[in-house]
């Protein structure tokens, strides 16, 4: 007759306390350049019948760092996903299309702190030297325009699209870098962009 382990585990299905170790199994997780494998305890609860085992990212066949290392790459490297496709694939054999690469970076970017928060948290030591830049970009057919705040020492402190690229648009911009998120502006660079000028003299 089984004995009930001694450390319960709660039920993940009807939360009763009722269960038991019913073996294990073996899960594999790719992560960036390698597989990982790990043992994960399955339990049975008595009360409702059901099976289940206790384990992070429970249903992902990707690691939280291969989504990161896909984010990185996809931000720092401005790698397409195409590209970032071909780069997996030819080392390891494992083919994963643009579309699922991109539904993992936006999964990480659903997990990612704003601007106001990080500057909360981290407090990071700016160096007051602010450099401010706008570029047309499409999305989907669509243009809009993207502004972007860098401090200096290469911190990206803020970003927004802007579907009218209008005055107040960006003068909010940089009232937000300048007010909200506490920047110590001490100078600034842009492209020489008019809206840009009034916005700084608007402060």
């Not at 993992?104 to 007051?128: C, D, T, Y």
């Not at 998120?181 to 962009?193: C, I």
Request: glycine share 6%; hydrophobic share 35%.
């Amino acid at each position: 007759m089984r004995t009930r382990d001694r450390r319960s585990v709660r039920c993940i299905y009807c939360q009763s306390l009722n269960t038991v170790k019913n073996g294990s199994r073996t899960i594999t997780a790719m992560g960036f350049g390698r597989k990982t494998t790990a043992r994960v305890s399955r339990f049975r609860c008595l009360a409702c019948g059901g099976y289940f085992s206790l384990r992070r990212e429970k249903g992902q066949r990707y690691t939280v760092g291969f989504k990161l290392e896909l984010a990185r790459m996809h931000v720092e490297e401005r790698m397409s996903y195409r590209v970032m496709a071909k780069r997996i694939d030819e080392p390891f054999g494992k083919r994963v299309s643009p579309h699922a690469l991109c539904d993992m970076v936006n999964e990480v970017a659903a997990h990612a702190k704003g601007s106001l928060a990080m500057q909360r948290e981290f407090r990071p030591q700016w160096s007051g030297y602010l450099l401010l830049d706008d570029k047309n970009v499409s999305i989907r057919g669509k243009w809009v325009m993207s502004l972007v705040a860098v401090d200096k020492t290469g911190d990206a402190l803020h970003s927004e699209m802007l579907e009218r690229p209008e005055q107040e648009g960006f003068t909010d911009f940089v009232r937000f870098v300048v007010e909200r998120l506490e920047y110590p502006l001490k100078g600034t660079t842009t492209d020489f962009d008019e809206r840009f000028a009034r916005a700084l003299k608007a402060l």
